[in-house]
């Protein structure tokens, strides 16, 4: 895990807590899931337009209600992530839900409110590891 910061999310045009993970050479560059919930869109940074080599983002929804963007980046080489999800999907908690590729970076956009388990430096496993808790009445833990 390289960052944790508070941020505008340029996806959801809000305040969010950003998590970016960077890949290690013998890293799986597997992305899953942090939430079960739905798919609502694919997105791109507000001012990427329609440009290949924009960032990949997909947000989902939480049947709670909250907001989760997870943002696939471009390999080293300018290779484009693939993404396995589509609009309107349900996916699990852990669920394979995308491929990056070599030297690529992710970006989980939490809600700002979300209290943080990981810090910077630490080595985590997609789909096991609990990045952080959506803050509720009663907390909730993703991974």
């Not at 305040?15 to 290690?24: G, H, K, N, P, S």
């Not at 990427?48 to 049947?63: C, L, M, N, P």
Request: aromatic residues 4%; charged residues 25%.
């Amino acid at each position: 895990m390289e960052s944790v910061d508070t941020v505008h999310d340029p996806f959801l045009q809000r305040d969010a807590v950003r998590i970016v993970l960077a890949m290690r050479g013998g890293d799986v560059y597997t992305t899953r899931s942090p939430v079960e919930g739905k798919v609502m869109d694919m997105l791109q940074a507000a001012g990427e337009g329609e440009d290949e080599s924009a960032a990949h983002g997909v947000w989902i929804k939480t049947d709670e209600g909250d907001d989760i963007v997870i943002v696939m980046g471009r390999g080293r080489l300018g290779n484009p992530p693939r993404c396995f999800v589509q609009c309107g999907e349900r996916v699990g908690q852990g669920q394979r839900c995308g491929f990056i590729n070599f030297g690529s970076r992710l970006e989980v956009y939490l809600p700002a409110n979300s209290r943080i388990e990981i810090r910077p430096g630490s080595h985590i496993h997609a789909g096991a590891d609990l990045l952080g808790v959506l803050v509720h009445k009663t907390d909730r833990a993703i991974s």
